[in-house]
C-alpha cells in the first residue's frame, strides 16, 4: 500500500459516517477513529444573563445560538458569584497527578471524603484515584475548606485535571 493508497482511504473514511476503521494488508496494518466534535461552554461573566437555547439537534458551532433571557438568581449564581469575589491567590486548585478514576468514597455505602463547605487539613484524603487496579489517595496539600468539587464520582480523569478548589486559611 502507497502513501497515495493511505491518502486516499483516509479521505474516505473521513468523508463517510464511519467512526472506527480498520485494515491490515501487506503487513501494514492501518487503524483509524473519529471523535464527534466536541462543544466547549465556557463560564460567562457575572454581568451576563444570556443563557444558550436548548436545540433538539446535536450541538455544533453552526447552530448554537444565544438568545436573552431573564431570569432570578439560583443558589448556584450566588455561590459562583462568591467564587469570583475570593482573590486567586487564596485559592489552591488540586489537580490529578495520574490518570485514572476518581472516586468520591472509599465505597459505594461510604460518606464522601469532602464536599463543598468541608474544613480539610494537610494531609486529609479528598479522593481515591484508580490506575490500573491499584487505588491511589490523593491528599489535601493546604489547610482551607473546599470551595468546589470539579470532578464527579467514577469519571475519568487526566494528568492535570483539576479536582478541586479550596480556599486557604
Not at 472506527?20 to 460567562?44: L, N, S, W, Y
Not at 461573566?45 to 447552530?63: D, F, Q, R, S, Y
Not at 469575589?85 to 468514597?105: A, H, L, Q, R, W
Amino acid at each position: 500500500m502507497d502513501y497515495k493508497n493511505i491518502q486516499d482511504l483516509i479521505k474516505t473514511v473521513s468523508d463517510s459516517q464511519i467512526t472506527c476503521f480498520e485494515i491490515e494488508t501487506e503487513g501494514i496494518r492501518i487503524k483509524m477513529e473519529k471523535k464527534e466534535a466536541q462543544v466547549v461552554v465556557e463560564r460567562i461573566p457575572e454581568n451576563v444573563t444570556h443563557i444558550e437555547a436548548a436545540v433538539h439537534e446535536p450541538l455544533t458551532g453552526k447552530n448554537i445560538e444565544m438568545q436573552e433571557v431573564h431570569a432570578e438568581k439560583t443558589e448556584d449564581e450566588v455561590s459562583k458569584n462568591i467564587v469570583n469575589t475570593i482573590p486567586d491567590e487564596n485559592i489552591f486548585i488540586v489537580k490529578s497527578p495520574i490518570v485514572g478514576t476518581m472516586y468520591t468514597s472509599p465505597s459505594a455505602e461510604s460518606k464522601n471524603f469532602v464536599k463543598v463547605g468541608s474544613i480539610v487539613k494537610v494531609g486529609d484524603t479528598l479522593c481515591i484515584l484508580e490506575a490500573m487496579k491499584l487505588m491511589n489517595e490523593i491528599e489535601s496539600e493546604v489547610d482551607g475548606e473546599v470551595l468546589e468539587v470539579l470532578v464527579s464520582n467514577e469519571d475519568m480523569v487526566e494528568y492535570g485535571q483539576p479536582l478541586f478548589k479550596i480556599i486557604k486559611n
